[in-house]
């Protein structure tokens, strides 16, 4: 295993906000990005020494953090091969995350996260900024939940659908334009329309989110997110990071 003792010894540089597009740079929407982190204090320690410096004190011996760094990640492997999980709940991020409400009911199942999303009510704003798929996926005909392969004829379905979303956009704004309210005027929005939110959870609860939607059981349109997620505490949190991966819990 790698051992990054770069990270292990100085403290975290976030200035560089981080965001990834997990349906590629073509699509206008679709947006993950890292909002904020737990940060230490003082220059002692950093974030990623957080499950070694938590489990240490139990033992009375949290000082010890960092004086030998492959002591540290050994630590740090140790408890999540053997799940002694709760060291791995003191690192807390929060992602602004935009994605289609199809995504959006699957994500807002992990309840260990907290949320905030953007409201029709308030807000007209959100509505009209659709999901296009690139892919046109057939129906698996074994397992009733998953899908495989492509369909022959990509450009018709992309039409159907295209229609679809300008007809809901058309009869939306004709109910705001006859005064409807918008809270009712939404019931004709369709379910690959973007919403927003904010996500925060601790690096257990977001691995074990990534664990589930990085699964080949898990939709594309979700798995593409817990790929960015899991690219994203990589690169601020590689030895916690690699420690969750590594256990295979
Ligand atoms: C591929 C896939 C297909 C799915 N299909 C369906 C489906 O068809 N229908 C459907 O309804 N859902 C479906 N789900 C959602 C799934 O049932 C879970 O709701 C979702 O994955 C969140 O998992 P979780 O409860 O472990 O996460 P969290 O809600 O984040 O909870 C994390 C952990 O905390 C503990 N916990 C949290 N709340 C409670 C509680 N109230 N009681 C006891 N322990 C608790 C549990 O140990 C839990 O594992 C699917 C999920 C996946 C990944």
Redesign the pocket.
Request: aromatic share 0%; proline share 0%; glycine share 0%.
């Given at each position: 295993m790698e051992l990054n003792k770069n990270n292990l010894n100085n403290n975290l540089n976030i200035n560089n906000i981080k965001i990834k597009r997990p349906y590629g740079e073509t699509d206008p929407y679709a947006i993950v990005e890292l909002v904020a982190i737990t940060q230490m204090q003082g220059s002692k320690y950093n974030t990623d020494q957080m499950p070694a410096l938590s489990a240490r004190v139990s033992h009375a011996a949290s000082g010890k953090t960092g004086e030998n760094v492959e002591r540290d990640l050994g630590l740090m492997n140790y408890l999540a091969q053997n799940f002694h999980m709760t060291p791995f709940e003191h690192q807390s991020a929060t992602f602004k995350i935009v994605t289609p409400l199809i995504v959006a009911r699957q994500w807002m199942?992990?309840?260990?996260q907290s949320y905030n999303e953007v409201s029709m009510r308030y807000s007209a704003d959100p509505v009209g900024k659709f999901y296009m798929p690139d892919v046109w996926r057939l129906q698996a005909s074994t397992n009733k939940?998953a899908s495989l392969g492509q369909v022959a004829d990509q450009e018709v379905c992309t039409k159907i659908l295209s229609d679809a979303y300008n007809n809901s956009l058309n009869a939306y704004n004709k109910l705001l334009s006859m005064g409807v309210c918008r809270e009712q005027a939404r019931l004709i929005v369709p379910v690959g329309n973007y919403t927003e939110f904010y996500a925060t959870a601790n690096l257990r609860?977001w691995f074990?989110f990534y664990k589930?939607?990085i699964?080949q059981?898990?939709q594309w349109e979700i798995r593409q997110y817990a790929q960015s997620i899991g690219e994203i505490l990589e690169s601020i949190w590689p030895n916690s990071w690699s420690a969750l991966k590594n256990s295979n819990k």
């Open positions: 199942r992990h309840r260990t939940q609860n074990a589930l939607r699964a059981d898990a």
